[in-house]
């Protein structure tokens, strides 16, 4: 299957180290996560369903800290680069696929456009 990206801002609109809000097209009696796109003090550019595997808080509102961002709620620590949240806590945020070309910020079209699947811990 062949990607199709679509274009979300620069990377230069992304503050370092912290994250952008990327509002996902509703469609009719249907209301998908918004997607968080974080960038690092390394610019590393991750992408993250904006919500945190525990209680659904927003994590772009999190610290950003190496390739990790603390929900702003409970503090949990979820890794950027896979969403999973870091032991002894357990859950996943949805990852999306990005890419970053001549200073823009890219995301795959069919990952947007999917609703995102929760895995909520126990």
């Known amino acids: 299957m062949t990607q199709q990206w679509k274009a979300i ?3 230069a609109d992304i503050p370092v180290p912290g994250a952008r809000v990327v509002e996902r097209t509703a469609k ?3 209301t998908p996560p918004d997607v968080a796109i974080f960038r690092n003090s390394e610019d590393k550019v991750f992408a993250l369903v904006d919500r945190c595997p525990h209680k659904g808080g927003p994590l772009s509102q999190g610290i950003v800290f190496g390739e990790r961002v603390a929900c702003p ?3 949990w ?3 950027l680069a896979s969403g999973s949240a870091v032991a002894p806590d357990v859950g996943c945020a949805q990852r999306f696929s990005v890419k970053v070309e ?7 079209a069919a ?3 999917c609703l995102a699947i929760e895995v909520k811990a126990a």
């Open 73 to 75: 709620i409970h503090n």
């Open 77 to 79: 620590n979820i890794e």
């Open 111 to 113: 990952e947007l456009n």
């Open 28 to 30: 009719p009696g249907v």
């Open 9 to 11: 801002c620069k990377v």
């Open 102 to 108: 001549d200073g823009m910020v890219y995301l795959d």
